[in-house]
């Protein structure tokens, strides 16, 4: 049965989510993803934990914060690339992501091998 992208972004959604949680204790406020084309753009809002709120308020701690949060994502490259896989079908050829120490938002970007998008069929009953 094919899935609609809603259906796709969805589950994304929950596998980041999930990995947020086992991974960093606590996950998002608030998470989307989207398909577009060959990418999968995850957007997490109210990401930052009490400990972090408190260190970005130096530059410092926010060199650190983004450090971490760096790492962090590229110690488990392996992990979001298979989670990836498994819920597209796609191998991921490019990761990039970034957070923002000040209103406390992600962005993970996910650079695929080919197309994403499966759109409802139309006309059928």
Do not use: W, Y
Not at 66 to 91: D, P, Y
Not at 92 to 101: E, F, I, N, P
Not at 114 to 122: F, K, S
């Amino acid at each position: 049965m094919m899935r609609t992208k809603g259906q796709i972004e969805a589950e994304i959604s929950q596998a980041i989510l999930k990995f947020e949680k086992e991974h960093i204790g606590r996950g998002p406020e608030e998470i989307r993803a989207f398909v577009v084309a060959d990418m999968i753009v995850v957007r997490e809002r109210g990401v930052l934990t009490p400990a972090e709120i408190h260190l970005a308020a130096t530059s410092d701690g926010k060199e650190l914060i983004k450090q971490f949060r760096a790492c962090l994502v590229e110690n488990s490259r392996m992990l979001l690339n298979s989670m990836i896989r498994e819920i597209t079908g796609r191998e991921t050829v490019a990761l990039h992501s970034d957070v923002c120490t000040s209103s406390g938002e992600r962005v993970l970007v996910f650079c695929l091998d080919d197309n994403v998008e499966v759109l409802p069929e139309r006309g059928k009953k």
